[in-house]
């Protein structure tokens, strides 16, 4: 194994003699596999002690300061990654427009993908919180203290589970049929009540649309509770059952399971 540059120097071929031609070009060639070993045994070894103070701080501002690196296509495709004191980005963009970016900081994540009808979906990730949205296809989750729970979607099926002891809900919410894409039904509210003794103003709403029927069970007790007054209406009849008892208020009467046992009063 070569033992430093010295060798190269102290085995430089003397020619002055008298040679043959043959000679000299295997002088000449033994001299440069030696060179050669000794090239690849110094590249292979470089260490700090073999460069000087001012090129080394030259090195350490090359290899530390801001990196790019770019591959651009002809049609303007591009992949792009920029590393720099402020932090890390990174962007890939297509050749019809697309491109979708993820940039890291002291501050935070972002990720950003967007399409080409202007729709993009974005995640954003920081000390305060957590902010996901998707425009577009109009799915928002933002939150600032979120600290366990699961998202679950499967067979047409979600399921959202919120590890928090009380979960706090603003704004109305739609039931969407999985199938269709049709609203069912939903959680929403308004001041457009009449304001009066027997109408709140404002008042809150568990609705269902169309042919969808609306069913409240319990395992239990179920119990139905109002301050002031508790209004039940049907626009046909309102029928009660205790076990195999039934009751049924209609516009002809009262009737016992099928039975009639109040009249209408004369009007």
């Not at 962007?91 to 940039?103: C, H, I, N, P, Y």
């Not at 900081?105 to 729709?119: A, E, K, W």
């Not at 979960?167 to 959680?187: F, K, M, T, W």
Request: aromatic share 8%; charged share 20%.
């Amino acid at each position: 194994m070569p033992g430093s540059l010295m060798t190269a120097d102290t085995s430089f071929p003397d020619l002055k003699g008298k040679e043959s031609t043959e000679e000299k070009f295997e002088t000449i060639t033994g001299y440069l596999y030696l060179l050669l070993e000794q090239l690849r045994y110094t590249l292979s070894n470089l260490g700090e002690e073999n460069f000087n103070g001012a090129e080394l701080d030259h090195l350490g501002r090359v290899f530390t300061g801001p990196l790019t690196v770019r591959v651009e296509e002809t049609e303007q495709g591009v992949t792009q990654l920029s590393v720099t004191v402020e932090g890390v980005k990174s962007t890939v963009k297509g050749l019809d427009g697309r491109f979708s970016s993820v940039e890291q900081s002291v501050n935070g994540v972002v990720s950003r993908v967007n399409g080409l009808d202007n729709r993009f979906s974005s995640v954003e990730q920081d000390v305060d919180g957590l902010n996901i949205r998707t425009i577009g296809g109009t799915t928002c989750i933002t939150g600032d203290h979120v600290k366990t729970g699961r998202i679950v979607s499967q067979n047409g099926m979600s399921e959202i589970n919120l590890n928090t002891g009380m979960a706090s809900l603003s704004g109305s919410y739609r039931v969407v049929d999985p199938n269709g894409g049709a609203e069912i039904g939903g959680v929403k509210y308004d001041s457009s009540g009449a304001g009066t003794s027997s109408e709140a103003k404002n008042r809150m709403w568990v609705y269902t649309n169309g042919n969808w029927a609306l069913k409240v069970q319990a395992g239990g007790n179920l119990s139905l509770e109002g301050s002031s007054l508790v209004h039940i209406r049907g626009p046909q009849e309102v029928t009660v059952s205790v076990g195999e008892t039934r009751w049924t208020f209609g516009k002809y009467g009262i009737y016992y399971n099928d039975t009639l046992a109040v009249s209408p009063l004369a009007t």
